[in-house]
């Protein structure tokens, strides 16, 4: 019995150490809900500004950062902030420029 009682304690003991150690590797995405991917978005700025017409990129390349629908502007506002420099960085003001028309990120719009 006390041997049954120590090796479920050990068992509780890994999963609560394993727990912690994925809540600490955290960073960006504890602020997002799932799916966010600082390096998807990031992906799709980077897209965004080699596809430039005007001031602004194509209509489907705005559209595709306000249609990331498992993104939310939390997250993305989050990744902006810790990746771009606002708002210094061309990727920031092109994409804060997008966000007025695609997703109205408001933490954006402050910039």
């Known amino acids: 019995m006390a041997k049954f009682d120590l090796l479920s304690f050990s068992l509780v003991a890994v999963a609560v150490a394993i727990l912690g150690l994925s809540l ?7 602020q997002c809900d799932g799916g966010c991917d600082p390096k998807f978005v990031l992906t799709e ?19 595709a950062l306000g249609a990331l ?18 708002p210094y960085t061309k990727l920031y003001q092109l994409f804060q420029k997008c ?3 695609a997703r109205n990120v408001s933490c954006l719009l402050r910039a």
């Open 45 to 63: 700025l980077k897209q965004c500004q080699a596809n430039r017409t005007g001031n602004c990129p194509d209509y489907n390349c705005c559209y």
């Open 99 to 101: 966000s007025s028309g």
């Open 69 to 86: 629908n498992n993104v939310t502007n939390d997250c993305i506002c989050a990744i902006a902030y810790k990746y771009l420099e606002p």
């Open 24 to 30: 600490q590797s955290l960073s960006v995405d504890a």
